[in-house]
């Protein structure tokens, strides 16, 4: 058993230290359903076997919120799942999912950053820009 040391809300998720050094960054939504206390013991494996069974299904829904204001690469959509704490594994099974759906299209994205923008920028910045973004 571990003990919580420390609970640090940052954006899109909640970074939970223990005192064994281990440092977790878990999604705000998970991190709700599965609350945990400063000075708390809790069975490491068992707490993340819990909220990581819960993540994918969390994550296509954040991503979908993402991609509903405004369309995005798939490196800007997973590099925000990211930084709101969900793992590589269950990133990678979300933008399979999108991509495949065609909610997630970098090509498309392409051509209409450069049609909204070709009129004011020239091509090395758009060039740049799209580097930028994946």
């Given at each position: 058993m571990t003990v919580v040391t420390d609970l640090r809300k940052l954006p899109g998720c909640v970074r939970v230290s223990f005192d064994d050094g281990t440092v977790t960054d878990v999604p705000t939504p998970l991190f709700q359903l599965n609350r945990l206390r400063k000075g708390q013991a809790v069975d490491l494996e068992t707490w993340r076997a819990g909220w990581e069974k819960q993540a994918?299904?969390?994550?296509?829904?954040?991503?979908?919120?993402?991609?509903?204001?405004?369309?995005?690469?798939?490196?800007?959509?997973?590099?925000?799942?990211?930084?709101?704490?969900?793992?590589?594994?269950?990133?990678?099974?979300?933008?399979?999912m999108l991509t495949q759906a065609?909610?997630?299209?970098?090509?498309?994205?392409?051509?209409?950053?450069?049609?909204s923008r070709g009129q004011r920028y020239g091509s090395r910045r758009l060039y740049g820009e799209l580097r930028r973004k994946g």
């Open positions: 994918f299904s969390f994550a296509l829904e954040r991503a979908a919120a993402l991609l509903s204001v405004r369309d995005a690469t798939e490196k800007e959509t997973a590099d925000r799942l990211r930084r709101s704490g969900y793992s590589n594994e269950v990133v990678a099974r979300v933008m399979q065609g909610y997630v299209d970098d090509e498309r994205f392409a051509e209409h950053f450069v049609e």
